[in-house]
């Protein structure tokens, strides 16, 4: 059985072959109902492109790059696993590859897989997360014209494309109801990386504890690994203090859940003598004991945004930086009471 043609395709549906590779290709200038409908087309009669021969005609390899920040052997954190879900499974609708690496963060190991992916030409654009303050993945890229979005803001963010989370109003609002319940010793364990949702997350942290003109101790404000290890290490450095925190703001899920096993381990319990709350509500977070109270992300659309956003910057489609800012939903369970 011979191989389907460009051409066969097109007299299929009385068009041009010139509509069905543009519409195959994804150019902006054919109709979007015609393009799923090419699509839709190629699929059933079992079309395969020549990709090697696309690829060098349009100097493009169809394939978007996400580096990973990682210490250690495995992903730590289960959001890294949604958020993949999310920009892999649209980018195979697009036509796209996924490539993804793995780096330390913030070293000179990192920047430098940037550079290869880049100068390679490895990749048509790259998703970033965990942008720093004054990020050095950010300004590479920038400076190279190369196409990116990130998750999450970093300086100059009006520059670039990004996808992100409210974080500071979201803590606002959960220090808001902590209070009203009673609490007034308020912890806040952040990342021991200049991340910048960390940034504001403790303005929005502040912001609602002056509204009630409570004081914020600097001893409550702990910097650890965005980690199960990382959170047990700053709670057991809380519980230590003259005068312990009566609630605990974590920056994810892993944290808290570290936390409430440093608590079990004095033999105290979360939501009864210390509250807690994460961010991000990953699956395990409503399994564990006590079910975490937390603020969730919708990680697998945010995926969906980054990847989107990323393919309109490749095929020229946005003609400024795209900026979406999302809100967290409180997710209130036996972790703490709101």
């Known amino acids: 059985m011979s191989a389907v043609r460009l051409r066969d395709i097109a007299e299929r549906l009385g068009l041009s ?5 543009r519409a195959l290709a994804g150019y902006s200038d054919v109709a979007e109902q015609t393009r799923q409908l090419v699509l839709q087309t190629a699929q059933e009669m079992g079309y395969y492109p020549n990709l090697t021969a696309r690829h060098l005609q349009r100097q493009r390899t169809d394939t978007i790059g996400f580096v990973v920040d990682i210490f250690g052997p495995r992903f730590s954190d289960p959001l890294f696993s949604e958020l993949l879900a999310g920009i892999g499974n649209l980018a195979a609708r697009e036509g796209f590859d996924l490539l993804v690496a793995t ?18 030409r490895r990749v048509d654009g790259l998703i970033l997360v965990r942008t720093r303050v004054a990020d050095r993945r950010v300004q590479f890229l920038l400076e190279q014209q190369f196409p990116f979005v990130t998750f999450g803001r970093s300086t100059g963010a009006e520059r670039f494309s990004w996808v992100d989370v409210d974080g500071e109003r979201g803590v606002y609002e959960v220090v808001n109801r902590l209070i009203a319940v009673g609490h007034q010793r308020i912890a806040l364990l952040q990342p021991d990386l200049p991340i910048m949702f960390a940034r504001f997350r403790e303005r929005g942290y502040r912001a609602a504890m002056a509204h009630h003109d409570l004081p914020v101790n600097e001893s409550w ?18 519980l230590e203090l003259p005068s312990p925190p009566t609630a605990v703001l974590t920056n994810n899920d892993q944290m808290a859940i570290g936390a409430i096993r440093a608590l079990q381990e004095r033999g105290l319990r979360a939501g009864h003598d210390v509250a807690v709350v994460g961010f991000d509500d990953i699956p395990l977070a409503r399994h564990i004991h006590p079910a975490l109270t937390t603020l969730r992300q919708p990680i697998y659309q945010i995926g969906q945004h980054l990847c989107r956003t990323l393919i309109a910057l490749i095929r020229g489609e946005l003609d400024e930086p795209f900026h979406l800012l999302l809100q967290p939903e409180i997710v209130v369970r036996e972790s703490a009471r709101l």
């Open 103 to 120: 780096t330390p963060p913030d070293t000179d190991d990192e920047v430098e897989a940037y550079r290869r992916l880049v100068r390679g």
């Open 17 to 21: 072959v010139t509509t069905v590779s």
């Open 221 to 238: 404000i702990v910097h650890e690994a965005l980690t199960e290890d990382g959170g047990y290490r700053g709670m057991q450095r809380l």
